[in-house]
């Protein structure tokens, strides 16, 4: 077939108008990485996290954050007009199935401000892709390799597992409506995530004279503990500190039955402040002997002031235009808030630096959350915007309270002790003081 | 002493509950020549079947019967129109595999879509708890060991004694000549998955009272030991099936407590290793499938 010059031009004519909208239209859409403004179109936040296999409890919590986030900053006629969404993207807690979910969620997603989640069980594969791409994170996991990050775009707002370890500890020592424990076991899973609560327990507890009676590290989703408990037992400790999440109600209602009936009380990590964890240790060995036995320790949250109620708010909204997120249930759990907090942030950062490049806005996350010098205290996204446009300097105190990044991008609020009541709310039953909280520290020979 | 004597017992019920799951599973493979890897979450769904009849208020173990009859259903179906009209193809073994974890993980997604990642547990008595010598076995327990006794003999009659049985045993052993010989080879099939399924069920809901509690989750990790026993015992053989059940059960179980538990499935496996060196074809293994059965 050949093609005239007339009807090439008209040709031409014809395809340059829908190609000139494709651009315009791509243009309009993408998102805009240049550095200068803040660009159109929506923005996504990444859940990179378990949301199935043995710690697919954790996914929900972070995505029901993250929805609570996405409904503050859109309600508040988003970043800069652009509204944000969030996508889940499973890890399956495994780092080979990680490294797929990361890579796949960076190259289909070039609107992508952030992600949350990163867990234990994949942040050690992850963090180096995301922070590669230039991706703010906000990771939740306590592995201690992250005590001393060099990527930039990592963020922590959680304690090192070894920190989760010295306040469990501190609880058995110091906590309220007990004695001094004397006979401490510690049953964690097998796991590196679990095992790296177990080294600085062990020489906090050698170094105050304190006896661990057994060690146990159990294989998470065995089909029972029978003998484990058998050999627990012979121990006669006073005492379980642990973790073992997916395990611990067949393992606790294992020594319920060999125990003639009797529970041990046990003292769980922050992770164990959690619906599922709660609901599988009740209905192994009824809500009686939980509420009996159960303590924990948790981050110092505030759950209070406007930042708190801003965020119950998103939540309950969220519950109800997500149906089956069941976001409420996630209402003061320490990992939800933060990651809300985290997101809150990031979006603050976009603002303050008008622009969606992740390199020019990277740096003002921890700028937004410690403050500087004179920085107007805002509690909420709509409250930052408003203070930014004004030409404020701000520091966000969001739902979890204050913020303090070191210069690892590290937080840390300090711990409470916990129970949950009979709804598996978390209830404060005490805290920890500095010289407590030091005195074990120092034991255990630091973070 | 007494920690070994409690151990052995323990190491029992972990053995009855392998023993029903796994001497389906090598069925299906010896006579079927189909390694179901979907057969793991076949028992999950099976025992949350179980679990929404338990929270009607009908007896876990009345239940049972409703998971025998949903594995039997699901496993029919499964093989009906998915795994058999691919091997009317051709497709070869790996396929078939691949196919059946793609079954596998199809199950597992959509289970998780309905009853979500939490964990669910039977509302069971437990019973009175047994003592003797360090030996501690509640009520509910010493029922599972049973049911699995009476499963075990029931195969066991099936196959020596039934004509069901030697139309079983002759397709596995050669179904081109059984066909010819006469015998409704497909109706065999359709039969064994029928109850192989129906013993899934049955493995599903003790697996789920064993370990007090489960989730979608668990289908995975089961699948390995059941496997593990199968392949000790000789793939394909019922009886082979039954004793790598035996071993593993016990040897998880006395590892746990002769050194750390963290040691236990390394032991268990590391003796799977040993006999495979040693024997490959399994324990029980003479001659194609179901060759042992006689």
């Known amino acids: 077939m050949s093609v005239n010059g007339g009807s090439w031009r008209r040709l031409t004519a014809r395809a340059a108008m829908p190609v000139l909208a494709i651009l315009v239209l791509a243009g309009c859409g993408g998102s805009s990485s240049t550095g200068g403004g803040l660009g159109s179109g929506p923005l996504l936040v990444g859940v990179l996290a378990p949301f199935s296999g043995a710690d697919a409890s954790f996914g929900p919590r972070y995505l ?25 993207f499973d890890t399956k807690g495994e780092p080979a199935d990680a490294v797929p979910a990361a890579n796949s969620m960076i190259a289909g997603n070039s609107n992508l401000m952030g992600v949350v989640g990163c867990t234990s069980d994949e942040a050690s594969t992850v963090v180096p892709i995301l922070d590669r791409s230039h991706i703010p994170m906000f990771c939740m996991t306590g592995q201690s390799e ?7 775009y990592f963020h922590r707002l959680v304690p090192a597992d070894s920190y989760d370890a010295y306040a469990m500890i501190g609880s058995a020592l110091f906590g309220p409506n007990h004695a001094p424990y004397k006979r401490i076991a510690l049953v964690f899973g097998d796991d590196i995530g679990s095992q790296t609560f177990v080294g600085p327990a062990v020489a906090a507890l050698t170094k105050l004279g304190v006896t661990v009676a057994i060690n146990q590290a159990i294989h998470l989703g065995a089909a029972s503990y029978r003998t484990e408990v058998a050999k627990l037992l012979q121990a006669t400790p006073d005492v379980i500190l642990t973790e073992t999440i997916g395990s611990a109600g067949t393992y606790m209602k294992e020594v319920k039955q060999q125990n003639g009936g009797k529970v041990i009380p046990f003292i769980g990590t922050s992770a164990t402040i959690d619906p599922v964890w709660f609901k599988q240790v009740v209905d192994a060995i009824g809500l ?10 948790d981050l110092k949250l505030t759950l209070q002031g406007a930042g708190y109620d801003e965020f119950v708010s998103q939540l309950t909204a969220a519950d109800a235009k997500y149906p089956g997120s069941n976001a409420l249930t996630y209402k003061g759990k320490s990992p939800t808030v933060h990651l809300y907090d985290g997101i809150i942030m990031t979006a603050l950062a976009m603002v303050a630096a008008n622009s969606s490049d992740p390199v020019v806005y990277n740096p003002k996350i921890i700028e937004i959350a410690n403050g500087v010098s004179g920085a107007t205290v805002v509690n ?10 004004a030409g404020k300097a701000i520091r966000y105190v969001g739902a979890a309270g204050e913020n303090n990044f070191n210069q690892y991008n590290n937080s840390q609020q300090g711990y409470n002790l916990v129970t949950m009541d009979k709804d598996g709310n978390e209830v404060v039953i005490g805290s920890l ?8 520290i120092d034991a255990g020979g630091g973070a | 002493m007494e920690l070994y004597v409690a151990a052995l017992g323990f190491g029992l019920i ?7 799951a796994a001497v389906g599973f090598t069925m299906q493979f010896g006579i079927t020549n189909m390694i179901n890897l979907a057969y793991g979450e076949v028992m999950i769904v099976c025992a949350y079947v179980t679990w929404y009849v338990n929270q009607l208020g009908i007896n876990a173990w009345t239940a049972l019967i409703g998971a025998a009859i949903a594995g039997a259903a699901l496993s029919f179906v499964l093989n009906r129109f998915l795994y058999a009209p691919f091997q009317r ?17 199809m199950l597992a997604n959509v289970l998780l879509g309905i009853v979500g990642y939490g964990t669910a547990a039977y509302e069971v008595d437990q019973g009175g708890l047994l003592r003797w010598n360090g030996l501690v076995l509640t009520a509910a327990q010493i029922a599972i060991i049973v049911i699995a006794l009476l499963l075990m003999l029931a195969i066991h009659g099936l196959l020596r004694y039934t004509r069901l049985g030697k139309a079983m045993r002759a397709t596995a052993a050669n179904p081109t000549l059984a066909r010819n010989c006469g015998i409704p080879t497909q109706r065999v099939i359709d039969v064994v998955w029928l109850i192989t399924g129906g013993l899934c069920g049955v493995a599903g809901v003790v697996a789920g009272m064993n370990s007090e509690n489960f989730s979608v989750a668990s289908g995975a990790g089961y699948l390995i030991t059941i496997i593990a026993a199968a392949v000790l015992g000789g793939a394909g053989q019922p009886y082979g099936a039954m004793i790598g059940a035996l071993i593993i059960g016990l040897v998880t179980e006395l590892s746990a407590a002769a050194i750390a538990p963290e040691y236990k499935e390394v032991v268990a496996f590391g003796i799977l290793v040993l006999v495979m060196v040693l024997r490959p074809q399994g324990l029980l293994a003479k001659r194609g499938a179901l060759a042992a059965a006689g």
Do not use: H, W
């Open chain 1, 433 to 440: 003081t500095e010289a407590q909280t030091q005195q074990v």
């Open chain 1, 288 to 297: 009686p002997d939980f509420l009996a036995n159960y303590t924990a320790v």
């Open chain 1, 146 to 152: 992250f005590n001393k990050s060099t990527a930039k």
């Open chain 1, 380 to 389: 909420t996204f709509k409250d930052g915007v408003a203070a930014l446009k």
């Open chain 2, 89 to 105: 193809k051709g497709t070869n073994l790996i396929g078939m595999v691949i196919i059946s974890l793609a079954a596998s993980l």
């Open chain 1, 64 to 88: 029901a954050g993250c929805y609570a986030a996405s409904l503050s900053i859109n309600g508040a006629g988003g970043i800069g007009g652009r509204q944000v969404s969030c996508q889940q």
């Open chain 2, 14 to 20: 972990s053995a009855s509950v392998i023993a029903i």
